[in-house]
């Protein structure tokens, strides 16, 4: 069974910097694209970050030059370094990844609280 487990959140000041990490375990044959989602009170989930296998990454422009994704295959895990924290950025992050078993399937985290104050 595949699990994908997110660390790293917590309460921050507005200005600082958090580290999310998410670890994937279980049996599979690869991890294809790996994202970071958030979602925030009385909000839709939102994609936030996105890193292929190749490295290739995408933001949402929301957080541009603020967040930065990166992962470790030889791990298993993607990571999602924080800078320059606002209280908008407050939301349960969850990590999402496409991992191919016998076919490719989408797994969730089971997320991260991330609060910013003022």
């Known amino acids: 069974q595949v699990q994908l487990v997110e660390s790293g959140g917590g309460l921050v000041q507005a200005g600082g910097s958090l580290r999310l990490a998410c670890a994937a375990s279980g049996s599979f044959v690869r991890i294809n694209a790996m994202e970071w989602y958030r979602q925030a009170p009385g909000k839709q989930r939102e994609l936030v970050a996105v890193?292929?296998?190749?490295?290739?990454?995408n933001y949402a422009d929301s957080v541009k030059g603020r967040f930065t994704i990166s992962r470790d295959n030889a791990k298993n895990m993607v990571y999602l370094q924080m800078n320059s924290l606002k209280p908008e950025d407050t939301a349960v992050y969850y990590c999402h990844a496409l991992i191919v078993i016998l076919y490719q399937g989408s797994y969730w985290g089971q997320g991260t609280q991330v609060t910013v104050s003022s």
């Open positions: 890193i292929t296998t190749g490295g290739s990454t």
